[in-house]
């Protein structure tokens, strides 16, 4: 069975040893980290992490080892995450990396001239104005779609 969870203390041994997966604790955060982790049959299979800074979260990375069904994994890592952080009580997501999946999943690309950058600490508009493609989602719109 397939299980997307918070990381524990108890999986850092695990993804560090698999180069695989390791940059999931070896990115270093710039705030107070996050990870979510996919979890099959006892074994990591992959997972995301980032930081947050005050309502907002920004991914760093995410890593799904290769395997058939391993899109499907990273869109359910995706929405795992989507779901923990609102419960942490975020507002938006971040993500550095241009992909079709964060447009599937409902991401807006970030324009340079977005009107809420002004309203996040320094590290998040830096991250903005220096990545080629960031890609946001509110997290309450998220879930009031999902609600219709």
Same mark, same amino acid.
């Given at each position: 069975m397939v299980n997307f969870r918070r990381?524990?203390?108890g999986d850092l041994d695990s993804i560090y040893k698999d180069?695989? $997966? +390791? &940059?999931? /604790?070896?990115?270093?955060?710039k705030e107070q980290k996050f990870s979510v982790v996919i979890e099959e049959d006892n074994s990591i299979k992959g997972g995301a992490s980032g930081y947050v800074i005050e309502n907002a979260a920004f991914m760093q990375n995410i890593v799904v080892k290769k395997q058939k069904d391993s899109a499907v994994y990273k869109d359910g890592l $995706? +929405? &795992?995450? /989507?779901?923990?952080?609102e419960l942490d009580g975020m507002d938006f997501l971040f993500?550095?990396?241009?992909?079709?999946?964060y447009e599937e999943i409902g991401f807006s690309?970030?324009?340079?001239?977005?009107?809420?950058?002004?309203?996040?600490?320094?590290?998040?508009q830096?991250?903005?104005?220096?990545?080629?493609?960031?890609?946001?989602?509110?997290l309450k719109e998220f879930f009031k779609k999902s609600d219709n």
């Open positions: 990381m524990k203390l180069p695989e $997966i +390791r &940059s999931i /604790i070896t990115t270093s955060p $995706i +929405r &795992s995450m /989507i779901h923990f952080l993500v550095g990396e241009e992909n079709i999946i690309k970030t324009q340079r001239d977005e009107s809420f950058n002004s309203n996040f600490k320094k590290t998040i830096n991250e903005i104005k220096n990545s080629n493609s960031v890609y946001w989602i509110s």
